[in-house]
């Protein structure tokens, strides 16, 4: 199998992907001691700059990383990574960029002091397309049996950690019963969201998605529809605790993420969604994408 080819950065050395750079010792890989960000362009122009930064900013004083590296840094080491992947690819679609910053290397041990310094790698590649089936079908997603979303007061999904274990086994789980996504209930039975997107649902001209308090990453484009995209889609929002039982109620059910922006839902297990032309989701896609449009437009100092 050929595989995509993959443009890194680490710590200001550009390279192919698929050499090997990081130290075993690396902390990132020794116990996913780290954090990370991903944004993707609209127009060749990186979305929502600011808010995934702050959201990194967030992640890190949660888990007392100190980044020595401003905003305007990392901007300029990704813009030569974007740069360094057309020269190879010379693709010109929309990209996704991934910013990945690890405590550091030293000993072996867990105590964070034996970390040196902070250590950072930039992956840039092409944008995953959205297939047609996924658009006019809709995602196939199952709930999890086996394993629940960890709590807020253990490990707390709004933070954005290399440790994704509880997201690949969930996602196991829903793979072995031939689904294409995992949905997570938390540890009181209430519908949290999917393996890396955010969950919500259309009923009688409501947007309605579990509330942060469920244990669920703050996602960006969630916060987007929120914050004024779902009244330009003619949608009240509502943010409330969701319950599987209440699934056939919902009209629509839809995946936000920022690889995906907003994705149709076709079914959960048994439960079956309205998708295609016409749908509220559909609507709140083609808005957000506009939107995400204009942002570009406002924004060249984020060209890539």
Known sequence: MTLEYVQANTDGVLHDAAVATVSPLNRGFLYGDGIYEVWRTYSGVIFAWEEHWERLLHSAAALGIEIPWNADVILKEIQRTVQAYRDHAAGKGELYIRLQISRGEGEIGLDSELADRCRFVILVKQLPALNERNLEVGARLSIAQRIRR??????DPAWKTGNYLNNIVGLREAKERRFDDVVFLNLRGELTEA???NLAFIKSGKWIT?????????????????????????LAVEERMIRPEELADFDEAMLLSTTKDVQPVGCIDDVDFQTGPGTATRILKEAFVSMARDYATAHPQFQV
């Open 150 to 155: 960890n709590p807020i007061q253990c490990l």
């Open 195 to 197: 393996s890396t997107s």
């Open 210 to 234: 579990p509330p942060t308090a469920a244990g669920i990453l703050h996602g960006i484009t969630r916060a987007h529809v929120i914050a004024g995209l779902a009244e330009r889609a003619d």
